[in-house]
């Protein structure tokens, strides 16, 4: 069960021609894939491009409809590997994930594909992960273009164009028989636009043509020597096919500008950021109108070297927007301007950030520079921004102090099942001293932060295990520690990590977080999931895999809210003198996606009148001492800190905030660790039966006896 | 031409807002209000590993609709794109309309130059979600809301500042409601107060709680509550934090308001402040430092009901010998002030048979009610998490048979086996209100105990030593006084205050007669406070020296 439901919104993907539709990035990309007639749709998901596999799960209907076959990918380069069917079929492809780790992942495949070339169109959407949110390496997916000889769309972030280079994507790979990848830059996936809309394509071949008359052509299989033809094929036929079609498509766009000595060259994607620069320098305006010629490149790979010599023919400087490093199109132009001799003076990276995102102010400065060198007259306006940071007026002449502003690392959502599983690995680590952590990708990298700071690396998706491999010794007095959650264990952690250590006699403790779902990526199922769904099969315990490549020591723990059993089963795992890989499966549900399942199932049986009991938990303020020792081992959110209510205390006590789902957390932690006598569980009995009202009676009253004396003798002491 | 100065540009608004709260939504219908009324609107956001705790800006900018003669000022040249080009980052400087949907976000987005007095609009949510490093501060880690307010006064063209949170609350709604109906009532954007509303209604859940949000919003801007940009005294704004918990400065302003009010009664009329059993020792507060009055009247109270008016009386008689040495008795007093808080603190440890206590009174299980929002034929459950260790009973035993327990392993393997998995006591039922009660009323047993005995002599000790000190150096006195504060949690918690304590109090040894001796001292106890594992202490307290001291003997709590 995907962490959002798209049902209401794919309705809008039956919509026929001319129909203005007014949607987020992804579902216009879903919309254009129908549209351009495509046969096959995988994938893996990952920000931002979650939501496109969970648009196009709840469209299987319509996908259905269309005979177009769609699967969840079991990684990356599955979903790549995929498009091998259109090797020899005519058939349109798309897959999609995320980049660049998902391009890492996958570039085995793509590099085959890339070398036989495809004769359906091949497209790869790329969820481009790079800035400010982003939780993965910074890097390119340029390199992985250049090096395999795909192309590259990079449109502007505008819905119409994104949905326009889907169709032209696939006409590209057509034309020039070479997979094209469509980098989707992270705040386009979620940009909300409009464009028109045209009918749905039925695929003209269908999945079932193709498998029902299976043909091949070894001249497209990859081993020589007709993978040395391949390399000359790239360069003499695909490459000049691909160029052809741009050109005469007009892919890219030069906008003339009124100063034609000068100019300036951009990726597609940052078109809106520089035309707001332009703007906010009294340059251009909403409509595009920049008194700077630009040259637009929606395709940035491959560079049209004719494209170039004629938009630079006549004009003494001329500036690239190219965001992230190494600057290989500032490189590329160089050559091209050098070969054919033109003294046009180039810049880039001088004037412009080396590294980082190119922001609205990042682009402006630059921008500016550039311009303040070769047109100073043409800036007509000075944005505050342009400001030195002194003076009063500049928006970074900022009133608050720096220490008043603290970060907001992410960290576990309230009740999240695996904030156990780490409270209870520092209470182990008490006993049995401290351990290296090899820690993997998914929320289970949080436990990296505060308050846990446990772990040390993380070496991709599914390579905790793989990630201790080195750190293995017969002669050391403790083992290594490796996690994995179970979305990396299927994605290839059970044979990269589980079956390299049971080879290698590796003696580490994996622990495998199992919470039924692809958490991380927004709650999408994986093979060992608990839920029954249509289409898919689940329920394949983590354990029993392990065991099947050779693991002999495994336990799995099915309640990791009982911190006192995760630490005990830790320590055991830690101390046995079991040679081999140890395997704890820790498993309980995300809450999340618990608390989507539920809530709904709670609101229905109060309505029908039955007994249903709602936990939460709190602490006694007075009893409480403020050292907030159960906040350093838990970091819940729902687990804060108010005002002291004592009059002569001054520090702050913890509180439950009324977001407290009742995990149970605090109490089991309170108890594995011995905090504190403050905490407490309510349990709020909710259309209580009989017996619960004749109960509560009962010992109101005897409550009412009970402490008649000792309020008696307090009330001699204290003012009423 | 410079269309963008002059005024030809979309309206941009920057919403800052923590994962799960809804800023989305928030998003959302505001390009749906702007769409239905002709604009070309544009939402993008980050969200990434934010949508965990963190914090996202969604980014809008709302383009209105072009007459059909479009462009006023008759540019020649044709558009080159046939509707605008939004941009996809809020530019600093240059954005109309910053939401927040709580203070510290507010602070953010300031200091990431979003809002600016020249232009913004500023609406923000006046609550505090505490962030993970104010929170795992072993002493007080919160940073100042009012300096985050005056920066949110100064970085604005105009503040709408109030608890979005507590009105959605209130509503029973989410605050991305009550904060779209504050951006209504702002006037920041050219739509009526319908147009706003009908986005919720199309959009069709829990239309009504988020209608009555939205109108607790819209008043809330449009009643002029918010401080104006001049009078940067600015009215009180209760500054609540997230729901269930109560505000930071709110509290803080109640109990200072309570402690004026206090000192003024206790000034004419102590005997009213305390219970009629006590009146004889409050009449003899008189005699003491009026600013430290109020406070000793609260430790009158609590010492006696945590033990008996003797007790009550002992406390009195040793704040009173921190009166006869304070050098500012007729003013400001804080060395007896200090003294009185810390000394009630300290003589009210928290031993079982405390602990017991304040689990039973009324008050207690009446508050719990409150809290869990327990409607009229609803039946509350209270369970507590409790864990009693082999040295806690002890502690509580007389010390001829305390001693004997305490060496014995036996008697430590019972107590492990029994309770080292924790127990869970209801206390709202027959058995487990009987089991608290009892041990509540094991009160007189108190004096003779183990731990009583242990307390009391490391209390006088540390009298002693500031008692001593005052007479040369009351600043420093006063800040070993003030080193009760690290003797605080349970556990190993407690026995690392306990390690600290002894280490300050041997610099305090140390410091006497030294430059500076108070501000170093408060130093080392900010140092004892830093961190779980007292490195920062010892790295501070590194040429000091540890030497063999009565405060490291049997005497530390363990």
């Known amino acids: 069960m995907a962490e959002r439901s798209f049902d209401g919104e794919v309705q809008l993907l039956r919509s026929g021609a001319g129909s203005t539709l007014q949607v987020e990035g992804i579902l216009a990309v879903t919309k254009a894939l129908l549209q351009s007639g495509v046969a096959y749709v995988g994938g893996y998901q990952g920000a931002p491009i979650s939501h496109l596999m969970d648009v196009l799960g709840d469209a299987r209907e319509i996908l259905g409809e269309l005979d177009v076959y769609f699967e969840n990918s079991a990684s990356e380069a599955t979903a790549a590997a995929m498009l091998a069917a259109s090797v020899h079929y005519p058939l349109r492809g798309a897959v999609t994930f995320k980049s660049t780790v998902g391009l890492n992942v996958a570039s085995d495949a793509l590099a085959n594909l890339a070398s036989g070339g495809v004769q359906g169109g091949a497209l790869i959407i790329l969820g481009e992960d790079y800035g400010e949110g982003s939780s993965i390496m910074q890097e390119r997916s340029h390199a992985f273009a250049m090096k395999s000889q795909m192309w590259l769309l990079d449109p502007r972030p505008n819905v119409s164009a994104i949905v326009d280079a889907v169709e032209t994507g696939f006409e590209l790979s057509e034309a020039s028989s070479t997979p094209v990848m469509l980098d989707l830059r992270l705040r386009s996936c979620h940009l909300h636009g409009s464009f028109v809309a045209k009918d749905n394509r039925r695929p003209p071949m269908t999945v079932k043509d193709a498998i029902e008359h299976p043909t091949r052509d070894p001249s497209r299989i990859v081993l020589p020597p007709a993978s040395f033809l391949h390399e000359r094929e790239k360069v003499e036929d695909r490459w000049p096919a691909a160029v052809r079609f741009i050109r005469e498509r007009g892919l890219n766009e030069v906008i003339a500008g009124d100063h034609g000595d000068v100019g300036i060259i951009t990726q597609g994607g940052l078109y809106n950021t520089l035309n707001r620069s332009l703007e906010l320098l009294g340059c251009s305006d909403a409509f595009g109108r920049s008194d700077v010629p630009l040259y637009v490149m929606n395709v940035t790979y491959p560079v049209v070297d004719e494209e170039i010599l004629d938009f630079c023919a006549g004009k003494r400087a001329v500036l690239l927007v190219e965001e992230g490093q190494p600057d290989y199109i500032e490189q590329n132009l160089n050559a091209i301007l050098r070969r054919a001799g033109v003294t046009t003076a180039l810049h880039g990276k001088d004037l412009l950030p080396v590294a980082g995102e190119y922001t609205s102010a990042a682009v402006t400065r630059g921008v500016a520079a550039f311009l303040r060198r070769y047109l100073p007259d043409a800036i007509e306006h000075e944005p505050a921004l342009l400001r030195d940071a002194e003076d009063p007026a500049s928006p970074f002449a900022s009133p608050v102090a720096a220490d008043a502003v603290l970060p907001r690392p992410p960290g576990l959502c309230t009740g999240c099942p695996e904030r156990p599983i780490f409270s209870g690995l520092k209470l182990a680590e008490r006993e049995t001293g401290a351990h290296h952590v090899s820690a993997d990708i998914g929320c289970h990298l949080f436990s990296t932060v505060a308050p846990f700071h446990l772990g040390a690396t993380t070496m991709g998706y599914g390579l905790g295990s793989a990630g201790a491999a080195a750190l293995n010794s017969k002669d050391a007095d403790r083992r290594t520690i490796a996690v994995m959650g179970d979305g990396g264990f299927w994605h290839n952690g059970l044979t990269s990590g589980v079956g390299n250590a049971v080879f290698n006699e590796n003696d580490q403790l994996l622990v495998v977080v199992d919470n039924a779902y692809s958490a991380a990526t927004g709650g999408q199922d994986v093979l060992s999931s608990q839920a029954q769904t249509p289409n898919r099969s689940t329920q394949h315990p983590i354990e029993k895999a392990a065991r099947g490549v050779g693991v002999e020591w495994a336990r799995t723990i099915d309640d990791t809210y009982d911190v006192g059993a995760v630490r005990d089963s830790f320590v055991e795992a830690l101390t046995t003198d079991e040679p081999g890989p140890k395997l704890l499966v820790m498993q309980s549900e995300c809450q999340l996606n618990r608390q989507r399942r539920v809530k709904p199932e709670m609101r229905a049986a109060l309505k029908e009148g039955k007994r249903v009991v709602r936990e939460r938990f709190g602490v006694d303020a007075e009893t409480c001492t403020g050292d907030h020792a159960c906040i350093r081992i838990s970091g819940c959110p729902s687990l804060s800190i108010k005002s002291n209510p004592d009059p002569l205390r001054t520090d702050p006590v913890a509180t439950v905030l009324d977001s407290c789902v009742g995990c149970g957390v605090c109490g089991t932690n309170a108890h594995a660790a011995v905090l504190c006598p403050s905490f407490y569980r309510t349990d709020v009995v909710q259309n209580p039966t009989r017996r619960d009202r004749m109960l509560a009676r009962l010992r109101a009253w005897w409550i009412k006896v009970a402490s008649r004396g000792i309020e008696r003798r307090a009330a001699r002491f204290e003012v009423s | 031409m410079s269309s963008w100065s002059e005024g030809r540009r979309p309206l941009t608004l920057a919403i800052l807002a923590l994962g799960g709260e809804g800023g989305g939504v928030l998003a959302d219908w505001i390009v749906a209000t702007a769409e239905r009324a002709g604009h070309h609107a544009q939402t993008t956001s980050v969200a990434g590993v934010a949508q965990r705790t963190g914090a996202t800006v969604y980014y809008v900018e709302l383009f209105p609709s072009q007459p059909s003669a479009e462009s006023p000022t008759a540019d020649a040249r044709a558009p080159v794109r046939d509707e605008p080009v939004m941009g996809v980052f809020p530019t600093p400087g240059e954005v109309d309309v910053v939401i927040a949907s709580e203070l510290m976000e507010c602070g953010r987005a300031v200091q990431r130059g979003f809002s600016t007095a020249d232009r913004t609009t500023l609406i923000t949510s006046t609550n505090r979600v505490y962030s993970i490093d104010e929170k795992v501060a072993m002493g007080d880690g919160r940073v100042d809301d009012a300096a985050l307010l005056d920066a949110a006064r100064n970085a604005s063209k105009r503040l709408v500042a109030a608890d979005f949170m507590q009105l959605a609350e209130q509503a029973g709604s989410v605050i991305s409601a009550s904060l779209f109906g504050g951006l209504a009532g702002s006037g920041a954007l050219p739509f009526a107060r319908e147009q706003f509303e009908a986005s919720i209604r199309v959009s069709g859940k829990a239309v009504d709680a988020s209608l009555a949000a939205f109108a607790a919003g819209f008043e809330a801007a449009t009643a002029d509550a918010t401080p104006s940009p001049s009078s940067s005294a600015a009215k009180l704004i209760e500054l609540p934090i997230a729901p269930g918990a ?153 010390t001829w048979l305390g001693g004997r327990l305490a060496r014995s392993r036996a008697f430590e393997r019972v107590v492990h086996a029994a309770t080292h998995r924790g127990m869970i006591l209801n206390t709202s039922s027959v058995v487990g209100y009987t089991l608290l009660t009892t041990m509540a009323r094991a009160r007189p047993l108190r004096p003779r105990s183990v731990r009583f005995v242990r307390e009391q002599a490391a209390i006088e000790r540390w009298l002693a030593l500031a008692l001593d000190v005052a007479r040369t150096d009351a600043a420093l006195a006063c800040e070993i006084v003030e080193c009760q504060r690290v003797l605080k949690g349970y556990g190993s918690t407690y026995a690392h205050g306990g390690e600290s304590f002894a280490t300050l109090m041997d610099a305090a040894d140390a410091l006497v007669g030294a430059e500076a001796a108070a501000t170093r001292m408060a130093d080392l106890r900010d140092a004892a406070l830093a961190d779980e594992d007292g490195a920062a202490l010892r790295t501070k307290i590194h040429d000091t020296g540890a030497a063999e001291s009565p405060w490291r003997s049997p005497a530390s709590p363990t």
Do not use: N
């Not at chain 2, 010998?321 to 400001?332: K, L, N, Q, S, T």
């Open chain 2, 246 to 398: 109560a505000s930071s400065r709110s509290t803080e302003e109640r109990k200072a308001h309570e402690e004026a009010e206090r000192t003024a009664i206790a000034a004419t009329d102590p005997a009213s402040l305390v219970g009629p059993e006590l009146r004889d020792l409050a009449e003899r507060v008189g005699d003491l430092p009026p600013a430290a009055r109020s406070t000793i009247l609260h430790g009158l109270v609590r010492t006696a009901v945590y033990q008996d008016h003797a007790y009550a009386e002992r406390y009195l008689e040793r704040v009173a010998r921190f009166a006869d040495v304070d050098p500012e008795r007729a003013g400001d007093a804080r060395l007896t002030r200090e003294a009185a808080r810390h000394v009630a603190l300290w003589m009210c440890y928290q031993d079982t048979i405390q602990v017991a206590t304040q689990k039973v009174r009324r008050k207690r299980m009446e508050r719990i009610r409150d809290e869990s929002h327990v409607r009229p034929g609803q039946l509350v459950q209270v369970r507590e998490f409790l864990h009693p260790q082999a040295e806690e009973i002890v502690d509580t035993m007389p």
